[in-house]
């Protein structure tokens, strides 16, 4: 299976961007980088849509998006259909939001977790698979 990931921040998430795509690279992932790089301001949406698309139209199997508080980026990429972007700041949410609600897209808060955590979160993430069963109802019922 390919692994390919759409990843993308604001100017908040670039040093957590930099060390997530050096960590993942490592595991083996192909790394889709949809910036930004710079520290400079920039609007988060500019960055959000063209992962989401990404994940969207199966270029990349995951996304990652990063952004000061995530919320941001998470509302953004909701706007694609067949995207269930999740705000993980603590590792069980991020396991869960996989194995309950199969999400594909972990936004994480840089401004409220560390470096260190964001690569947890984003292993967990990409590592836990959806469970299925009673939950893929509820998941067949997200997309308007």
């Known amino acids: 299976m390919n692994?390919?990931?759409a990843i993308g921040c604001d100017h908040a998430g670039v040093e957590y961007k930099q060390a997530i795509i050096v960590h993942l690279s490592q595991q083996g992932y192909t790394i889709i980088d949809k910036g930004t790089n710079t520290l400079d301001s920039v609007d988060y949406p500019d960055y959000a849509h063209p992962v989401a698309e990404a994940v969207e139209q199966g270029q990349a199997n995951m996304g990652v998006l990063i952004c000061g508080s995530a919320n941001g980026v998470c509302i953004t990429a909701n706007?694609?259909?067949g995207i269930?972007?999740?705000?993980?700041?603590?590792?069980?949410i991020a396991a869960l939001a996989r194995q309950h609600n199969d999400a594909n897209i972990i936004?994480?808060?840089?401004?409220?977790?560390?470096?260190?955590?964001?690569?947890?979160?984003?292993d967990t993430f990409l590592k836990t698979a959806f469970e299925g069963g009673r939950h893929q109802n509820r998941v067949n019922k997200i997309s308007c």
Do not use: D, V, Y
């Open 3 to 5: 692994k390919s990931i």
């Open 79 to 81: 706007k694609h259909q």
């Open 84 to 92: 269930r972007a999740a705000l993980c700041w603590k590792n069980e």
């Open 107 to 122: 936004c994480l808060p840089a401004r409220f977790i560390s470096i260190e955590e964001s690569l947890e979160f984003t």
